[in-house]
């Protein structure tokens, strides 16, 4: 069965950090509809003033981060000692787990064009200890097809494996590149959440639907099959999300997401006491 569009959506342009500019497309009132996906933000700048005070030191616990950077620089420290730097095609996939501290410094760039997804953790992996995945542009696999070009961050595409599938909530992740009037399409678990963000260009994503622009985000109902048509114009470019719903009861405070307001509560007396971080 092919899938239909459960709903379109543009999110609303905040700032956030010591004053990033983004859009935040999903956020605390989508995440039944949404689940296991928390948060989706989006930035798009050429203005550095928009993005160069980033994110200092502050606290996760609960989830992971998962950084998708198409254009720019980003450098990161943490707590453990580990630092590095995000760039052109690059992800990171932070596991916060039992809880970090860190900090998301964007430097000056051409562009700066990115997602960062906030993927929840299942309840009995909350307290797991933090990891960090660094994905480089090198390693992600790149599909060629006559529409087009998919790099295969995570999960699979026609039988090519992404550098990561998910420890703790299987994930496929997707930039896929449709050429003007091209076609795209991809078999997924019925029962799994999907939905995509489109950077550039524009496209048709149901039978006889409508033309969704860049700049939103489309979630689908279930199905086993999803057909991408690109607009003959400028094709379109978007990132693909697919995961299975956890169906598990989420308390939400800032940057930590657990189960309970008893242990939303406590992790925040942790950071009050200076013990939220595990040894």
């Keep these: 069965m092919r899938r239909k569009i459960r709903k379109t959506v543009t999110g609303s342009t905040q700032k956030d950090g010591a004053g990033v500019k983004l859009v935040r497309v999903i956020s605390r009132p989508d995440v039944e509809e949404f689940d296991p996906f928390l948060m989706l933000d989006a930035f798009d700048s050429t203005d550095p003033a928009d993005y160069v005070k980033g994110f200092p030191w502050h606290p996760h616990r ?132 999907v939905f995509l963000y489109v950077v550039r260009g524009s496209g048709v994503f149901e039978e006889s639907g409508s033309v969704v622009q860049e700049k939103h985000a489309v979630l689908f109902h279930e199905g086993d099959d999803l057909v991408v048509q690109a607009s003959a114009e400028t094709g379109v470019r978007f990132v693909l999300f697919s995961g299975r719903p956890l169906q598990e009861q989420i308390a939400w405070g800032g940057p930590i997401v657990m189960n309970t307001r008893e242990e939303l509560q406590k992790a925040f007396q942790e950071l009050e006491e200076g013990t939220f971080i595990r040894s």
Aim: hydrophobic letters at 35%; glycine letters at 12%.
């Design 62 to 193: 609960g989830i992971e981060t998962v950084t998708y950077l198409i254009e720019g620089t980003i450098e990161h420290g943490d707590n453990l000692g580990n630092q590095g730097s995000i760039q052109d095609g690059c992800c990171q996939w932070m596991t916060a787990g039992s809880g970090i501290l860190h900090q998301e410094m964007p430097k000056e760039s051409r562009r700066m064009l990115g997602l960062q997804l906030w993927l929840n953790l299942p309840q009995k992996d909350k307290m797991t200890p933090p990891q960090y995945r660094d994905i480089r542009a090198e390693q992600i696999p790149v599909v060629q097809t006559d529409s087009g070009t998919t790099r295969v961050i995570s999960g699979s595409f026609q039988g090519t494996n992404g550098p990561a599938q998910g420890d703790f909530v299987p994930m496929t992740m997707l930039d896929v590149a449709v050429l003007p009037g091209g076609q795209w399409s991809l078999s997924v678990p019925f029962e799994n959440t």
